[in-house]
């Protein structure tokens, strides 16, 4: 317990002696903390937009105008029970997709005009069919459709129509994804990168106690441990800062944010992943500090 009061005591003693080193660690460590912060929301944005804009692709299959209803409730009800696959089913009748379409066009006197000279409901009762979100699902959903059991219920399936879309959209997000990981590699080094010679150049400052400590017989722990406490000082006080910067930024944003993506709020999101935020900063805070401060201590001890 003294040997530790002691470590304590030195570490204190480090970042109040440095005190123009330790506020640029801690100034470099709070900025690191806010980017790789910053990158989780962006992302957490970036899979909003992209389930929305997978939520509106999706498949119809076209029944004849004669099918029953419970038929088709029936064909609804097999692809749900893909779970794994299908996401969702939504059953249109004909009543429906005319008062969809009537809603729809109800300014448009022209093809109220096309209506009455067919005399009669155009629509046929369908299904919308939304997959789990690959573009491969929704070819395996068009195949099982055109399965010769549905022949005598199904007029059309419009896949063939939708596939060069649907590709696309998942070409491009996928290509979001990657990019968002790519950025947070690179974004993770350079931070470490940065931290470790802002470390670096701390315990340069100290190498000559080091030295002193060494030769009088001062245990490898003894010597590192100051320095380790030290970054996890350096880790507690930036975490402290993002944590109260994060949410304040989050909660002015919001409203922002919300109205460029609707359904999307920031700081609802920042509250549904507090603990997460609360890890992640911690870990590029305390944990990253203390980690560069225990290897770059190494090289005076020569371990």
């Known amino acids: 317990m003294a040997h530790f009061s002691r470590v304590l005591g030195f570490a204190f003693a480090h970042f109040y002696r440095n005190k123009g080193t330790s506020v640029a660690a801690i100034f470099i460590l709070t900025i690191t903390t806010l980017l790789i912060t910053g990158l989780f929301f962006v992302r957490g944005a970036s899979n909003y937009v992209i389930a929305q804009v997978q939520n509106k692709i999706d498949i119809t299959a076209y029944f004849k105008a004669d099918a029953a209803e419970d038929d088709i409730l029936q064909v609804r009800q097999e692809l749900l029970q893909d779970g794994e696959v299908v996401r969702a089913v939504e059953y249109v009748s004909q009543d429906q997709a005319l008062a969809d379409f009537n809603a729809k066009h109800q300014d448009d006197p022209t093809f109220e005009r ?48 939708k596939r060069d879309t649907i590709e696309k959209v998942f070409a491009i997000t996928g290509s979001i994804t990657r990019f968002g990981l790519v950025a947070g590699v690179l974004l993770l080094l350079i931070a470490i990168l940065v931290v470790f ?88 805070g305390a944990g990253l500090a203390s980690l560069l401060s225990f290897m770059v201590v190494r090289k005076y001890l020569k371990v």
């Open 114 to 161: 096309a209506l009455q000279e067919v005399g009669q409901n155009p629509f046929l009762p369908s299904l919308n069919i939304i997959t789990n979100g690959a573009a491969a699902e929704y070819e395996n959903v068009a195949n099982v459709l055109t399965q010769d059991k549905y022949a005598v219920l199904i007029e059309e399936v419009d896949f063939s129509e």
């Open 197 to 284: 010679n802002t470390i670096k150049l701390i315990v340069e400052t100290s190498g000559q106690e080091i030295s002193t400590m060494r030769i009088v017989g001062a245990s490898n722990w003894f010597i590192r441990a100051p320095f380790v406490i030290q970054g996890v000082i350096f880790g507690a006080i930036s975490f402290a800062i993002c944590f109260v910067a994060t949410a304040l930024i989050a909660y002015l944003l919001a409203s922002g944010i919300s109205v460029i993506m609707p359904g999307f709020n920031l700081f609802t999101f920042f509250l549904s992943n507090i603990l997460i935020i609360m890890v992640i900063q911690l870990a590029a």
